[in-house]
Each structure stands twice: as C-alpha cells, then as structure tokens.
C-alpha cells in the first residue's frame, strides 16, 4: 500500500495521522516465503519537524506462519513491528540525523507502506521458531515426525572416534 503524505511535507510543522494497512500476502526472503496469516490496520503518525525532516513511527503486529526448526510443522509467530523512522526533507541543510540516510520508502510525495512493514519484518525475524519447547523434531533416518509417532529406525550413533575398530570388526563379521 502506498500513501500520499504530500499535505505533511509541504506544511512545516504539521502532524498527521493515516489509517494504513499492508497490502503483503507472504513474506519473501532468503530463507523462503512465509504466508501473512494476520494483520491489522494501524495508525501511522507523520510529523513535519520545521520542513527539515519528517518523523514517521507506529506500531502493529503481524502474525506469520514460519515452520518449526525441528519438525517442520507451520507455527503461526506473531511480530511485533514498531516503526520509527525519519526521512530528512531536502529542504534541509544538513542531515543530522544517521538513521535518515535510507530514504528508499519515499518516492516524491508517496510513502510505501509494504516496504516499510517488509523491512521490521525482516529486522524483528525471530531466530529459531519451534512449535513446542519439548519438540521431538524428525528422524533423520525415515523422516517421520517424533512427536507424532515413534519410528523403528536405529537412533544409536556410534563414537565416531571407534570408527575404524567398527571397521575392523565389519570386516570379520560373517555374512
């Protein structure tokens, strides 16, 4: 979505609230793409500090549906994004400000609401997503999902370090 902001950048001074929503369906990265399965209109507040920069912040929450790090089973994650944001006008002198120097979600008087709820989404990504704390995850011999079924593959993992004595005694085994 994007909104017209063109009132607060030509008024010094002026304070301005939006209804805004997110038009994102899924969010795409380099991990893969995760549906948005909640999100909620939100007021997003726009102040013209004496046409040197324009402060834009808010807050709303999305809820995500990312697969558990351990079976795999989609978990709905709920991201909480604050935006506080600053764009410097060009007006300005100087930009004080070093948090102002991305200006990619302005484009003349328009402000891009998706990329802007794209990236706190991208900053807030939790690190590991599981589904339960006691998360059996999935066999990796067959596969299957250990909290739903116990398999009957062989989970015993030699010592690694008595590799080559279990290959001494393979060798001798009878067939």
């Given at each position: 979505?994007?909104?017209?902001?063109?009132?607060?950048?030509?008024?010094?001074?002026?304070?301005?609230?939006?209804?805004?929503?997110?038009?994102?369906?899924?969010?795409?990265?380099?991990?893969?793409?995760?549906?948005?399965?909640?999100?909620?209109?939100?007021?997003?507040?726009?102040?013209?500090?004496?046409?040197?920069r324009v402060l834009i912040f808010g807050e709303t929450?999305?809820?995500?549906?990312?697969?558990?790090?351990?079976?795999?089973?989609?978990?709905?994650?709920?991201?909480?994004?604050?935006?506080?944001?600053?764009?410097?006008?060009?007006?300005?002198?100087?930009?004080?400000?070093?948090?102002?120097?991305?200006?990619?979600?302005?484009?003349?008087?328009?402000?891009?609401?998706?990329?802007?709820?794209?990236?706190?989404?991208?900053?807030?990504?939790?690190?590991?997503?599981?589904?339960?704390?006691?998360?059996?995850?999935?066999?990796?011999?067959?596969?299957?999902?250990?909290?739903?079924?116990?398999?009957?593959?062989?989970?015993?993992?030699?010592?690694?370090?008595?590799?080559?004595?279990?290959?001494?005694?393979?060798?001798?085994?009878?067939?």
């Amino acid at each position: 979505m994007k909104t017209d902001i063109t009132d607060v950048l030509s008024m010094e001074n002026m304070i301005a609230e939006r209804q805004v929503e997110t038009d994102l369906t899924s969010f795409r990265s380099k991990l893969g793409e995760f549906s948005i399965i909640r999100k909620a209109p939100f007021t997003l507040h726009l102040e013209n500090q004496e046409n040197k920069r324009v402060l834009i912040f808010g807050e709303t929450d999305v809820t995500v549906a990312v697969p558990c790090d351990r079976c795999l089973e989609e978990v709905p994650v709920d991201i909480r994004l604050v935006i506080d944001w600053t764009y410097p006008l060009a007006d300005a002198e100087s930009v004080e400000d070093e948090d102002a120097a991305d200006t990619s979600y302005v484009a003349g008087t328009t402000l891009d609401i998706d990329r802007l709820i794209y990236d706190e989404i991208l900053v807030n990504w939790p690190m590991k997503v599981l589904c339960r704390e006691g998360c059996k995850g999935i066999c990796r011999k067959c596969g299957a999902n250990l909290n739903q079924k116990a398999c009957s593959c062989d989970r015993t993992e030699p010592d690694p370090r008595m590799a080559a004595i279990q290959d001494i005694f393979n060798q001798f085994k009878e067939v």
